[in-house]
Each structure stands twice: as C-alpha cells, then as structure tokens.
C-alpha cells in the first residue's frame, strides 16, 4: 500500500511561464496544480495561513465526488473562482492533457487541447470571482507573484506524468 507521498514543490520560482501535464485520478479523487502560490499570505485579520494559498488548476472526479461541486470547483477551473467552460475530462482511469500560461496578469487554462479558463488577474470578472469565493479574504490573492508551482496532495491517488515547464522570457511576454 502506498504512503502518503505530500505536495511536489519545484525548487525554481516561476513568473511567466508555460506548463503542461499528464494527469489521471483514481475514483472519486481530487488534486490540482497550484501557482501563484504565497505561503506568507494572511487572511483580513492578519494572521498567516497553514498552507500554499494560491491559484489553482482543479482536476477532481467531477462526477463521483462525494460532495456536491459547485461548477467552480470542477476539472479545468481555477478553483472556487472561476468556473471552466466546455471541458470534456477523460473518463476516470484515462489521461489527461493539461495546459497552463501565464503571461502577466493573464492566465490559461487548457483541457485537452481546449481553452477551458481564460482570465486577467485585475479583471472586473476575477474580482468577483475572487469577492464570491473562501479566498475573498485572503490579502493580494490576486496579484502575479513568482512563486513555485506546486502539485497537491489531496489524500487520493492522482497519477502524473509528462510534466514540462518552460519559463516564458519578458521579451516573449511583452509581445503578446
């Protein structure tokens, strides 16, 4: 039986750049890809959170789940903010392709070769995302930090496999 193996965390911090995966879940699971990820953010009273608060690529057995999911917390989202439109997960037990850009204050999510999740951190969209959401009270949650990327642990077994990251160059941001 395996053991609890605990976030992944890369050692390089990442601003701009451009991720891609293989991912599948067991039954009834549920992980992420974490970014933008500060472990010294507070809450409005100021005390500081207990784990990587962060953006977040949702991949969770959508329709197995033992809770109720809000559309907001299904594969491709950017978790509890904002919902994923058109997605078409692999069956549980299948792989998944995953995308990940982020160039500034924008951000993609992709799922198997489809734009599931475009935002701009400092949209009017994000804002109320961000204002509906358990992180509206979490202090610069929004900004575009470097930060690691990390990949969760979420007490079920998820499968990883042909992960990339590239950093996106300034020169290569600016022009898009």
């Given at each position: 039986l395996?053991?609890?193996?605990?976030?992944?965390?890369?050692?390089?911090?990442?601003?701009?750049?451009e991720?891609?995966?293989?991912w599948?879940?067991?039954?009834k699971?549920n992980?992420?890809?974490?970014?933008l990820?500060?472990?010294k953010?507070?809450?409005a009273?100021?005390?500081?959170?207990?784990n990587?608060?962060?953006?977040?690529?949702?991949?969770i057995?959508?329709d197995?789940?033992?809770?109720?999911l809000?559309?907001?917390?299904?594969?491709?989202?950017w978790?509890?903010?904002?919902?994923?439109?058109?997605?078409?997960?692999?069956?549980?037990?299948?792989?998944?392709q995953s995308?990940?850009?982020?160039?500034g204050?924008?951000?993609e999510?992709w799922?198997n070769?489809?734009?599931?999740v475009?935002?701009?951190?400092?949209?009017?969209?994000?804002?109320?995302?961000?204002a509906?959401s358990?992180?509206?009270?979490?202090?610069?949650?929004?900004e575009?930090?470097?930060?690691p990327i990390?990949?969760?642990?979420h007490?079920?077994v998820?499968?990883f496999?042909?992960i990339?990251?590239?950093?996106?160059?300034?020169s290569?941001s600016?022009?898009?």
């Amino acid at each position: 039986l395996a053991k609890k193996g605990g976030d992944i965390v890369t050692k390089n911090k990442f601003g701009d750049f451009e991720l891609t995966w293989e991912w599948k879940i067991a039954p009834k699971g549920n992980s992420g890809v974490k970014y933008l990820v500060d472990e010294k953010r507070k809450d409005a009273k100021g005390k500081v959170y207990n784990n990587a608060i962060g953006h977040e690529y949702q991949m969770i057995d959508d329709d197995n789940y033992p809770e109720k999911l809000k559309d907001s917390q299904k594969t491709g989202a950017w978790y509890d903010v904002m919902p994923p439109k058109d997605t078409s997960p692999k069956p549980i037990g299948e792989f998944n392709q995953s995308r990940l850009v982020a160039r500034g204050k924008h951000i993609e999510h992709w799922l198997n070769g489809k734009l599931v999740v475009a935002y701009d951190t400092d949209s009017p969209e994000s804002t109320a995302g961000i204002a509906a959401s358990k992180f509206k009270t979490v202090s610069g949650f929004a900004e575009h930090i470097e930060a690691p990327i990390l990949l969760q642990d979420h007490n079920c077994v998820v499968w990883f496999r042909s992960i990339k990251i590239r950093a996106i160059a300034a020169s290569e941001s600016k022009s898009r």
